[in-house]
């Protein structure tokens, strides 16, 4: 077992996603999340041989796992796709009956695991930050039973007594839509929503319960059996480091402004230079 100070939060958050996973299981990612990705491929290369990756580049089906990349980032799916399906198709059919696995990144989540991914303040028209849209998530979120949530930066700004718009449902009291999401991991630590309300139940090494408290705009629960994440092995950061994600993109979800900026310049190079 490593030392908690040998890895970084990046890698601990995909071994906790990684960790959630089950051999035979579909599990879905989005566009731009590449923890969700490194998190799946780490799955797939440890206990999980057997899984599905159903992607929504390209929206497709694959049995394989590829290290991640940008500037190559189709191919390394559609190059290794069973099937391809259009958007709409994908987002209103397949993911409805198929049901996998998904993690999502809300820009606001409440206590009851509702979350926005629409825009940050109430002038629609003008808010203070445009997200990145709802995709196919108010689609699933409603059928979805396997809805998992990911924070790389845990703030009172994501975690907020009330949402400005609603795209993902979480717990609701009429059970007939949807489930809610079973689990979340930010940079601070693990949680599940028992009773259908946000709950803490492993703090990452380092943090307290009280910085958790002072992040979160909302009074959240605490496990009476309350744990400690359990760190990466070494074998674990060998591969998210030199076979799964050697560039650091999933690095970029932590970062903003001019720091990811060079960041994507220096991944783009060193891309470049490696498909020579």
Same mark, same amino acid.
């Given at each position: 077992?490593?030392? $908690? ?12 996603? $990684? +960790?959630?996973? +089950? ?5 879905? &990612?989005?566009?731009?999340? %590449?923890?969700? @990705? ?53 987002? @209103? ?44 998530? %108010?689609?699933?979120? =409603? ?7 990911? =924070? ?18 979480? *717990?609701?009291?009429?059970? #007939?839509?949807? +489930? ?9 630590? &693990? ?10 139940? *492993?703090? *990452? ?26 760190? %990466? ?7 998210? #480091? ?19 900026? $060079? ?6 190079? +060193? ?6």
């Amino acid at each position: 077992m490593t030392t $908690a100070d040998a890895c970084t939060i990046d890698e601990i958050m995909c071994v906790c996603i $990684a +960790r959630q996973v +089950r051999d035979g299981e579909i599990v879905a &990612q989005g566009l731009a999340t %590449p923890i969700v @990705a490194a998190g799946y491929l780490l799955a797939w290369h440890t206990h999980a041989p057997n899984l599905y990756f159903a992607s929504a580049i390209g929206q497709t089906l694959c049995r394989e796992g590829a290290p991640l990349g940008l500037t190559t980032i189709e191919s390394l799916w559609l190059d290794r796709a069973m099937n391809s399906f259009g958007f709409v198709q994908a987002a @209103a059919d397949l993911l409805p009956r198929v049901r996998p696995k998904e993690f999502f990144r809300p820009g606001q989540v409440d206590a009851n695991g509702n979350f926005n991914n629409v825009a940050i303040g109430k002038d629609y028209h003008r808010p203070r930050l445009r997200l990145p849209g709802v995709g196919g998530i %108010p689609d699933v979120t =409603v059928v979805l039973g396997d809805i998992y949530l990911y =924070v790389p930066r845990h703030s009172r700004v994501t975690f907020v007594r009330h949402l400005d718009y609603l795209s993902g449902l979480g *717990h609701h009291p009429d059970r #007939r839509w949807g +489930r809610g999401p079973r689990y979340l991991v930010s940079d601070l630590g &693990q949680f599940d929503y028992e009773g259908g309300r946000m709950r803490l139940t *492993h703090l *990452h090494p380092g943090v307290s319960v009280d910085r958790v408290r002072a992040k979160t705009g909302f009074e959240i629960g605490v496990a009476s059996d309350l744990k400690q994440t359990r760190p %990466p092995t070494k074998r674990e950061l060998r591969l998210l #480091r030199e076979a799964i994600d050697p560039l650091g993109i999933r690095k970029l979800e932590f970062m903003s402004g001019s720091a990811r900026r $060079a960041a994507l310049r220096q991944i783009v190079a +060193r891309e470049s230079a490696r498909s020579g």
